[in-house]
């Protein structure tokens, strides 16, 4: 890990930065998606709570997932009511850093089955945050024009942040 994205989650996991070195790095979880498949990966063990390479990434404020490489999810794997959608609602929240580090996600789409919070991210509280991505060519919509959003379904409390989030031909 490079020392200026220990820098960073510093400020984000509550630690102290010494002149050379980091001292007391409290980030649990580092989780990184490197295709579709680690993203399916990632968004069951949310949703299931479950662990994703041995970290627990529900409900888990001290998660930072970065993204390293674009996703394309034309052929992404359903697994919540036929869909891909990260957390259960309430219960199975993403809690953490969603860096996108400059990638996109293209071709996503989500048409609800279920009554609340069709989106890639059903419930997010705590401190989320979600960084430096794009979104291209995506959609969310639930039958009868209900609760359908493209990022968060729910926010459950906390401080959200969206920072460099770009969606286009979406």
């Excluded at 989500?110 to 979104?135: A, H």
């Excluded at 959609?139 to 493209?150: I, M, Q, V």
Aim: hydrophobic share 35%.
């Amino acid at each position: 890990v490079r020392v200026a994205e220990l820098a960073a989650r510093s400020a984000f996991a509550g630690t102290t930065i010494g002149t050379n070195t980091i001292e007391n790095v409290t980030v649990a979880e580092i989780v990184y998606i490197y295709n579709l498949n680690d993203f399916a990966e990632f968004g069951k063990a949310v949703t299931n709570n479950t662990k994703y390479n041995g970290s627990i990434v529900a409900n888990n404020p001290k998660t930072w997932v970065e993204v390293m490489s674009d996703i394309d999810m034309t052929n992404a794997p359903g697994f919540q009511g036929g869909q891909f959608s990260i957390g259960n609602g309430n219960n199975n929240q993403f809690q953490g850093v969603f860096d996108g580090n400059g990638h996109t996600i293209s071709n996503y789409t989500i048409i609800g089955s279920w009554t609340y919070n069709v989106s890639l991210f059903r419930t997010v509280s705590g401190n989320f945050t979600m960084k430096d991505i794009t979104f291209d060519n995506c959609s969310a919509t639930k039958p009868n024009n209900r609760e359908a959003s493209l990022l968060v379904g729910t926010i459950g409390g906390g401080t959200i942040t969206f920072d460099n989030v770009d969606i286009k031909n979406s």
